[in-house]
């Protein structure tokens, strides 16, 4: 049997990203062995929606209150990102999923590397609050660029 495996649904083709622009599919989201997911829309954004970065730190400063996200609006979504970590997490948790495949930089996913909080394309350190939430909870995570 193979192993089950999570990845970002953008990565299956499905219009997700905040853009709401489809990515060239690399993964079957119709496999039984792959489930799709947006932490975003898990957590009630929509598609497309205002681009949003993590202000004051990475994903785990979110989860330990420390940082936030917000959109180029201003406005304040960590409420958004943060329930729709937990709920990829249950996801995989009830679906003994133990490696997910996630989009690059994003707010959400973004593994080693994501945007500094000033929308202005600055790269820094750090990690997406959800995979900060699966490293924490021991699930594999790897970047697709």
Do not use: H
Not at 43 to 63: A, K
Not at 105 to 128: Q, W
Not at 133 to 144: A, D, F, S, T, W
């Amino acid at each position: 049997m193979k192993e089950k495996i999570a990845a970002s649904a953008c990565l299956c083709g499905l219009d997700c990203g905040y853009d709401g622009k489809k990515l060239q599919p690399i993964f079957d989201f119709a496999s039984q062995d792959v489930f799709a997911m947006s932490p975003e829309i898990m957590g009630g954004r929509y598609t497309p929606r205002t681009p949003c970065e993590i202000v004051g730190g990475d994903g785990n400063d979110v989860l330990d209150n420390k940082a936030r996200v917000k959109n180029s609006k201003g406005e304040d979504v960590t409420e958004n990102f943060v329930k729709g970590a937990y709920r990829a997490l249950e996801v995989m948790q009830k679906n003994n999923v133990l490696t997910a495949y996630l989009k690059s930089r994003s707010p959400s996913c973004g593994l080693g590397e994501i945007y500094d909080g000033t929308f202005s394309n600055t790269k820094i350190k750090g990690d997406g609050v959800t995979v900060a939430l699966l490293k924490r909870n021991e699930i594999k995570v790897i970047k697709i660029d």
